[in-house]
């Protein structure tokens, strides 16, 4: 299948600025390709901004960034309507959302007006200023991210709206042995890893993509997949550890999810470790553990395993 060429070559071109985070790489191209958003959890200065400049590059788009503050407005993402005295009418000031790939910086550092106006334009792919709106060019693809460690000063995201993003990936620390590698790219005059992003080589264009999220959906799903998904969402339901389960949109989700990594992997049917493989992702973000549950230490992702691991494999 041509998706599963083309992954092999995103990936790998990918790989020659982003070091030791294969796997949310993959997971990463999964949502694009699926057309969804990714939330994106790490500690600064393991290439959360590197990583959305090297995808715009590779897939030969426009990428922007929006450092999210506790004074931005909803104006300052969408844009606004800006009086011009030599031609004494209004003109549109487009905002950073006017974009194909959009890096909201730290989106839990501003208050929930201004994080709303960003996902409802998610999710309409479309905004309204002054009564006009407005569609967004295709692809519009958002990676929010957030710091794990820093509290003080924040407005989390509610359930509803963290339930507008398609995956939640996590961005952990490189292997040594990578870090190593990644320091060798500072040698002598060379910038490093932001200045080699420029180096990249284009490997879909626009037109390639609609292609290939039309090959993703054309993917069969037996009943027997269906089942074992929403066999899945509803076992979150009724885990004694999880207060608020996975929503019928987790389940249309990890079928969206599936149906791409099967077409990843070179097939045209999904099989159930396709679903395996999204689930954590696609799941980590939109379940709620009870508050005895996070105080006894149990990650959201051990929760999850333990759940799936219960629900019967379809043969």
Partial sequence: MRLEQKTRETLAELSKVIIGQDDMLRQLLTAFLSGGHVLMEGVPGIGKTLTAKALAKVVDADCKRVQFTPDLMPADILGTNV?????????????????????????????????????????????????TTLKLEEPFFVIATQNPVEYEGTYPLPEAQLDRFLMKLYVGYPSREHE??????????????????????????????????KEAASVRVEEGILHYITGITAATRQSVQILLGASPRASIALLLTSRTVAAMNGRDYVIPDDVVEVALPVLRHRILLRPETHASGVSTDAVLMNVIRKVEIPR
């Fill in 180 to 213: 190593d590698m990644l320091l060798k790219g500072y040698e002598g005059n060379d910038q490093g890893a932001h200045a080699r992003v420029e180096d990249l080589k284009p490997v879909l264009t626009r037109s390639e993509l609609e292609d290939l999220r």
């Fill in 83 to 131: 009086f011009d005295l030599k031609e004494s009418a209004f003109r549109l000031r487009k905002g950073p959302v006017f974009t194909n790939v959009l890096l909201a910086d730290e989106i839990n550092r501003t208050p929930p007006k201004t994080q709303s106006a960003l996902l409802e334009a998610m999710e309409e792919r479309a905004v309204t200023i002054d009564g």
